[in-house]
Structures are given as C-alpha cells and as structure tokens.
C-alpha cells in the first residue's frame, strides 16, 4: 500500500496552520492505484522536514458508517513550512504545506464562527434548492447561522452538498449528523450548501456561484464541520472526511 493526501496539500494555499493542533486525513491505495475496503488496521508514519524526523506516529483505520477508509493524523508543527508524511521503512511520502494563523482566512479550534445569514425554509436567500439531500432536505434549515450563534446554544455548523456525493462523503456525513443528533433542543444545528444554484453555470468561469457561507469561512473543498460551544467559540474542527468515531468525539466537546 501506499498513502494518498485525503485533504488539500496546499502548496497554492495552505490549509493547515502552524501553532494550532491540526488534522489531515490520508487514504490508502494499492500499487494500481485502488482504495480498498480492507486496507489494513493502520499504519506507522514519520513527520519529517528537510529530511529530518519530528515525529512518528501511528495512524488508525476509520470506516465507521462511510464507505471509504482514511486514516487521520492529528499533529502539530511551530513553524510554516513544507513537510512530508512519509510511511515508515520507505522514503516515499505525502508532502503538503503549512502556513501561519495570520495568513490563512480558515476558522480554527479557539477561533469564533462566523455569523452568516445562510438559507431557510422560511427564506431561501437565493440558494435553490437550499439542501440537496434527498428525498427529503435534512432539518438543519430552520434558523441561520446568526439566529444559532445568537441563541445562547451550542451550534454544529455543516458546509457540504450531499445530492453530489451521496455515496462518497458529504451525503454520508451529513446522514450520521442527523442520526447522531436529530433535532436535539440543546443545540442549534445548521446546514448550508456550496452552491446558490448547482445547475447554473456561469459560462466565463464554467462554474456554478457558491453560497455565503463559502465565502464567509475561505472554504476551497468541502465538506466542513465546526462544533462550537454556547459563546460560539469552536471546540471541533473536521474536514474533508471523517467517520461516525470521529463524529461523536467531536461532538463530545459541545
């Protein structure tokens, strides 16, 4: 096996930031280039720089309720920079960038969420359909993400377009949102989809104009989730995938 970067390398525009713990997902494939299912438990990695060794790590299987295995890393460097994730006993690695606090519009664990007016049942703003999730729209429409941050709640914010990837990531992880907390009293969840309106393409681009909340949080990829606490400061951050054990340790932090 070797291991692929689940997540955006950066080396155009860092998404990982130095100073604050981060996560990056790997995924392995094969030498012909497969994901398979039943990729091995885990596997030990070195983080290293310029060659050196920081640190060595192993990095566990997680598959809980989705369908493609990753293996997440949780590190922590304290300097910008490029570095490699490299498979222990090779020298082939995954390399990426890190870039400092300041310089990267991200929201990260400490940060606030951003207040945006994201679309409702009740007003559309725009966004058509407001939840791609099908048959049905997931519930997470009733209240903006204003009206969550200003309730005096915990608030769980998801950014993702489930009606585009239902089998890969982003419907499954809004599908374990939903069954993890329901409609929970206690907490304002919101969610919010990339796109204003997926079949209109704007012909100069050849893309379709995302929504707000893109813009609001700097987003590049998807899907995204922010667990934040009744103040609105994020307790939990994951990022382009993640599994039902990563989930609800996420959410333990409400």
Same mark, same amino acid.
């Given at each position: 096996y070797a291991l692929v970067a689940g997540f955006d390398i950066g080396f155009v525009a860092p998404t990982l930031v130095a100073g604050i713990p981060q996560r990056a997902?790997?995924?392995?494939?094969t030498a012909d280039g497969v994901v398979r299912t039943d990729a091995p438990d885990g596997f030990d990695v070195e983080l290293r720089r310029d060659g050196?060794? =920081?640190?060595?790590?192993?990095?566990?299987?997680?598959?809980?309720?989705?369908?493609t295995p990753y293996?997440? +890393?949780?590190?922590?460097?304290?300097?910008?920079?490029?570095?490699?994730?490299?498979?222990?006993?090779t020298d082939t690695g995954v390399?990426?960038?890190?870039?400092?606090?300041?310089?990267?519009? =991200?929201?990260?664990?400490?940060?606030? +969420?951003?207040?945006v007016d994201t679309p409702t049942f009740d007003d559309a703003r725009g966004v058509d359909p407001i939840c791609t999730q099908v048959p049905e729209p997931c519930p997470y429409h009733e209240v903006? =993400?204003?009206?969550?941050?200003?309730?005096?709640r915990p608030t769980v914010f998801l950014i993702s377009t489930p009606g585009f990837c239902q089998t890969d990531i982003c419907?499954?992880?809004?599908?374990?949102l939903?069954?993890?907390?329901?409609?929970?009293?206690?907490v304002s969840v919101v969610h919010s989809e990339v796109y204003t309106n997926p079949n209109e393409i704007d012909p100069a681009s050849g893309q379709s104009a995302t929504t707000e909340a893109i813009g609001a949080y700097g987003l590049t990829y998807e899907?995204?989730?922010?667990?934040?606490?009744?103040?609105?400061?994020?307790?939990a951050r994951l990022e382009f995938t993640w599994d039902r054990t990563e989930l609800t340790t996420a959410l333990t932090t409400l």
């Open positions: 997902p790997f995924v392995a494939i050196a060794v =920081l640190e060595a790590f192993t990095i566990d299987r997680h598959d809980a309720a989705i369908p293996y997440p +890393l949780g590190f922590s460097v304290d300097e910008p920079g490029d570095y490699e994730v490299v498979m222990a006993g390399g990426f960038a890190v870039g400092a606090h300041d310089e990267i519009g =991200l929201v990260q664990v400490g940060d606030a +969420l951003r207040p903006t =993400l204003t009206e969550a941050l200003a309730s005096g419907g499954p992880v809004l599908a374990l939903v069954e993890e907390l329901g409609s929970d009293p206690e899907p995204s989730l922010y667990v934040a606490d009744a103040t609105g400061t994020v307790t």
